[in-house]
């Protein structure tokens, strides 16, 4: 699964082909979610309020790179790091 962020602890991750609807996968120490990158939403899992806050910051600032990313990497293509939150 490539890495395409990492800041502050948390670990931004996106599956090649993977299922719909198009999301990222998000790692902090032991919680995990999936986020809906359209709707910028919990689809799966949990993760502690600040850091929920951070990854929808993040999100929302780098919303059309994870679109292009997702898109890459549906169809397999190499994807793209994405700057963390500064």
Same mark, same amino acid.
């Given at each position: 699964?490539?890495?395409?962020s990492? $800041?502050l602890?948390?670990?931004i991750?996106?599956?090649?082909?993977?299922?719909a609807?198009?999301?990222?996968?998000?790692?902090?120490?032991?919680?995990?979610a999936?986020?809906?990158? %359209?709707?910028?939403?919990?689809?799966?899992?949990?993760?502690?309020?600040?850091?929920?806050?951070?990854?929808?910051?993040?999100?929302?600032? %780098?919303q059309?790179?994870?679109?292009?990313?997702?898109?890459?990497?549906?169809? $397999?293509?190499?994807?793209?790091?994405?700057?963390?939150?500064?």
């Open positions: 699964m490539p890495e395409i990492r $800041f602890g948390i670990i991750t996106m599956y090649y082909g993977d299922h609807p198009p999301h990222f996968h998000v790692r902090y120490n032991q919680h995990q999936l986020i809906d990158i %359209h709707q910028l939403r919990i689809l799966e899992g949990n993760l502690p309020p600040r850091v929920m806050g951070l990854v929808m910051e993040w999100a929302v600032l %780098h059309l790179e994870l679109i292009d990313n997702w898109q890459r990497a549906s169809q $397999f293509e190499a994807i793209q790091t994405i700057e963390p939150l500064a």
